[in-house]
């Protein structure tokens, strides 16, 4: 594709519930990111994939958030028991390789509302 | 820890005035600083990067170790540049993890 896509765009769901957001990174990248951007803030990290192996999960605020890179392209981002602090745009992004030299493209990011 | 500061939420000029967003950082080391802007219904996107020392749609921000800064500037603003505005740094520790800012919101006035 021409660009990290992301679905759904939106997802509303009941708190307790479980949600799965997809990235599908740019075609030949081998880094891939997650972050969270919640209402007047700035994005934040969330945890990090070099191929198909998180590199750095420090981000992830507990361990109801998980993702998987299983074949080190498609990602998906788990959260299991969902929260209403849990609601906020979630955001990919991608780079050919790690590092600040490398440009990281971002999806458009998926607005999760639990209510 | 690494931090970003952009004091300004919010500012607003006119159509050829000049521009200027403020990033200030916190870190020991030598950060690389990056400038991230997100147009109405589009996604975030790079617009420039110190290590390039380059010019992107007239703005340029040059980095100051002494001030810890890293500020935003055009010289003549126009209504297109109207956008959120976002202040990023990677670290040589972890050079993949971008630290943001809370964004500055830049409305040019015709």
């Known amino acids: 594709g021409a660009g990290v896509s992301q679905t759904p765009s939106n997802k509303v769901t009941e708190k307790g519930k479980y949600v799965e957001l997809r990235c599908d990174p740019i075609?030949?990248?081998?880094?891939l990111y997650w972050y969270r951007q919640s209402l007047g803030q700035g994005p934040e990290f969330l945890i990090y994939?070099?191929?198909?192996?998180?590199?750095?999960d420090s981000g992830l605020p507990n361990d109801r958030f998980f993702a998987v890179r299983p074949e080190g392209s498609v990602s998906t981002l788990k959260i299991q028991r969902t929260e209403r602090g849990d609601s906020a745009v979630y955001l990919c992004a991608s780079s050919l390789t790690p590092g600040g030299g490398t440009e990281a493209f971002f999806g458009q990011g998926t607005r999760l509302t639990v209510v | 820890a690494q931090r970003v500061t952009q004091p300004e939420k919010l500012l607003s000029v006119f159509k050829g005035a000049p521009v200027e967003l403020k990033c200030n950082y916190s870190y020991s080391g030598s950060p690389e600083l990056f400038w991230y802007v997100q147009y109405s219904r589009q996604r975030l996107q790079l617009l420039l990067r110190h290590i390039s020392r380059e010019s992107i749609k007239g703005f340029t921000a040059d980095l100051n170790k002494g001030e810890t800064s890293f500020h935003l500037k055009k010289p003549f603003a126009q209504e297109e540049d109207s956008a959120m505005y976002y202040c990023?740094?990677?670290?040589?520790?972890?050079?993949?993890?971008?630290?943001f800012g809370k964004g500055t919101l830049l409305t040019v006035n015709p």
């Open positions: 994939f070099q191929g198909t192996g998180a590199a750095d």
């Open positions: 075609s030949g990248h081998t880094a």
């Open positions: 990023a740094l990677i670290t040589g520790g972890s050079n993949y993890k971008l630290t």
